[in-house]
């Protein structure tokens, strides 16, 4: 079943704010990947992180590796409207099984 | 580079109906996976082909077939189509790094 827990499920935010989202575990995962989808499209990566502690960053948007192994975040900095969609968290379990275990997603939501 | 095609786009089913999904890749990727997505449950496996010849369940393959056809090309098959299996269907292949996701196949069942 589900092994990450997102959250928030979904929220709205005003243009211009920061905003932030997170994925726990109970299981140590090697790569943390964020993955954002736009409506009828496929999720397309983000950012993707390989090291515990690892802090990346991708235009607006931070991402880090929590040091446990078991938790990441992301950080969406000056929302605009295109930042509208649904933002996965996925984890590989172990290297070179590159099977992926998914969040539920969040739902970002912008009002103008 | 197309990337990840998948046919068709949109599919309605009667109960008891099959068909198959197509999907595709042209990035001489040897790994494919078939996901399903549904409200509130994120993207599950259903299964997946690590390289060219072999198929391995994954968290949800009751109802499904696969075929790896050859290197490009990976295949979902629902031979009796249910209404549980209404869902939107996701190819993907993926490099040592990540995966990379088709558009997608909306798919009802009646």
């Known amino acids: 079943g589900q092994q990450l827990n997102q959250s928030p499920q979904s929220m709205f935010i005003q243009e211009g704010e920061d905003v932030s989202m997170n994925c726990t575990s109970s299981?140590?995962?090697?790569?943390w990947l964020w993955y954002k989808q736009d409506p009828g499209e496929g999720p397309v990566l983000l950012i993707a992180?390989?090291?515990?502690?690892e802090l990346t960053s991708n235009g607006r948007l931070t991402a880090q590796f929590g040091i446990t192994r078991k938790d990441s975040f992301l950080n969406i900095s000056a929302s605009i409207p295109s930042d509208v969609g649904i933002y996965f968290c996925?984890?590989?379990?172990?290297?070179?099984?590159?099977?992926?275990?998914f969040g539920a997603g969040t739902t970002v939501t912008v009002r103008a | 580079n197309a990337g990840v095609t998948q046919t068709p786009k949109f599919q309605v089913l009667k109960t008891g109906q099959s068909m198959t999904l197509q999907c595709a890749q042209d990035?001489?990727?040897?790994?494919m996976y078939w996901y399903r997505q549904d409200p509130g449950m994120g993207l599950r496996l259903i299964y997946y082909?690590?390289?060219?010849?072999?198929?391995d369940k994954g968290e949800v393959p009751n109802g499904y077939n696969v075929s790896r056809l050859n290197k490009r090309e990976f295949s979902l098959r629902l031979e009796s189509a249910a209404p549980s299996q209404t869902s939107v269907y996701f190819c993907?292949?993926?490099?040592?790094?990540?995966?990379?996701f088709g558009p997608g196949t909306r798919l009802t069942v009646t």
């Open positions: 993907a292949s993926s490099d040592p790094t990540h995966q990379y």
């Open positions: 992180l390989y090291k515990a502690g």
């Open positions: 299981s140590i995962f090697n790569t």
């Open positions: 082909s690590a390289s060219e010849g072999t198929t």
């Open positions: 990035m001489n990727h040897n790994s």
């Open positions: 996925a984890g590989q379990r172990v290297l070179n099984d590159y099977k992926l275990s």
